[in-house]
T-cell receptor
Framework: ETGVTQSPTHLIKTRGQQVTLRCSSQ?????VSWYQQALGQGPQFIFQ???????GRGNFPPRFSGLQFPNYSSELNVNALELDDSALYLC??????????????FGSGTRLTVV | RKEVEQDPGPFNVPEGATVAFNCTYS??????FFWYRQDCRKEPKLLMS???SGNEDGRFTAQLNRASQYISLLIRDSKLSDSATYLC??????????FGDGTTLTVKP
């Protein structure tokens, strides 16, 4: 059973640029959630994808967008990067919305630095 | 007020001590409850789910108090390797977790 993999692991971007982060969900999991974790804080919910459809969104502006593909892998896109976007971006997969007791399996994250 | 609140600590305890963390939540419709462990600069890892009747996994005991809207994590016989940040997570809608900011534990020799 493969776990959740994220790429790249680290990234440095300039303010105003665009970035795409990628996530492969754990085998058998059809739900992917993206979180932003700033230093010293807990993960903040960005959005969730279930079977290629967005299923809920947190308090993030529209320049944060995403996709889920038929194989349940997912992308997070951020346009017009701001300095405050610097954070650890975590992808979490879970078996499905119906199984809300299962908890998440997280990838190791992408550490984004905006300069 | 945040939906999920934790005492940030840090909790500094000697090896062998018993330590307990609480996590309060504001949404009474919350359905599922979890504790995660996060090591420095790593991803959170699921430690245990929290069930209504309380549950235990080795040295770790989790409890839920729905009336007072909090969950707790008790760690007995603390080990150096227990040093980490402990995050609570609450599901208010199926599959989406809201996290606290974590409680930092340092176990000292």
């Amino acid at each position: 059973e493969t776990g959740v993999t994220q790429s790249p692991t680290h990234l440095i971007k300039t303010r105003g640029q665009q970035v795409t982060l990628r996530c492969s969900s754990q085998s058998g999991h059809n739900t992917v959630s993206w979180y932003q974790q700033a230093l010293g804080q807990g993960p903040q919910f960005i959005f969730q994808y279930y079977r290629e459809e967005e299923n809920g969104r947190g308090n993030f502006p529209p320049r944060f967008s995403g996709l889920q593909f038929p194989n349940y892998s997912s992308e997070l896109n951020v346009n017009a990067l701001e300095l405050d976007d610097s954070a650890l971006y975590l992808c979490a997969s879970s078996p499905g919305m119906a199984d809300h007791r299962s908890g998440y399996t997280f990838g190791s994250g992408t550490r984004l630095t905006v300069v | 007020r945040k939906e999920v609140e934790q005492d940030p600590g840090p909790f500094n305890v000697p090896e062998g001590a018993t330590v307990a963390f609480n996590c309060t939540y504001s949404n009474s419709a919350s359905q599922s409850f979890f504790w995660y462990r996060q090591d420095c600069r790593k991803e959170p890892k699921l430690l245990m789910s929290v069930y209504s009747s309380g549950n235990e996994d080795g040295r770790f005991t989790a409890q839920l108090n729905r009336a007072s809207q909090y969950i707790s994590l008790l760690i007995r016989d603390s080990k150096l390797s227990d040093s980490a940040t402990y995050l609570c997570a609450i599901n208010t809608n199926a599959g989406k977790s809201t996290f606290g900011d974590g409680t930092t534990l340092t176990v000292k020799p």
